[in-house]
């Protein structure tokens, strides 16, 4: 009896500790876009950390936590909280950033699969593991995120896809440097422990 009471204490306390990391992360989320935007010339989409944070969440968190963080976040604005870039909520996910907005989801959640288990391993495992998260979060975080954002704002703009995805290439390579820093550092914090 003792043992079963312990096991669903322990249990209790894990889910409670997941749902306190993805809600810290749906905040974050919330902080990197009201922290500001960069406009793009050309695109009607704003630079801001949403990307990094979604990165930061895929290397940190298990699938279902980061998929938790990216949901509680995207329902924030869909229930019109001020929580997207600019201050703004619902208009935000029928918008011409929408694609963006709602490609974290499974972006967030193919990264967080992909990415397997750190490897501490001397400097050999932390390349492994560092080169690993960078494919994980370039397929996720960046091929699937731009796939949605692109369909999704040319549907919405009448722009033709092919100039949206030129449109946006600037993003593309802020994306990457912030694949690279992600994943040295989470990387590198794996290390540690």
Known sequence: ?????????SSSRRFGYSLLKAG???LLLWAASAAGAIPIPGTPVPITLQTFVV???ALTLNWKEAAGAVGAYLAAGALGAPVFAGGTSTMALVGPSA???IGFLPGVVIAA??????DTNGLAGYTRTAARYMLALI????VVV???GFLIQSAVTGVPLAVVAMASMGFVLGDLIKALVASLAVSGLAKLF
């Open 99 to 101: 694609g963006f907005l």
């Open 1 to 9: 009896m003792q043992a079963r009471n312990t096991i669903a204490l």
């Open 24 to 26: 810290m992360f749906a």
């Open 146 to 148: 731009y796939a949605f």
């Open 139 to 142: 397929v996720g975080c960046i």
């Open 55 to 57: 990165m930061l969440a």
């Open 113 to 118: 699969l992909l990415k397997g288990k750190a």
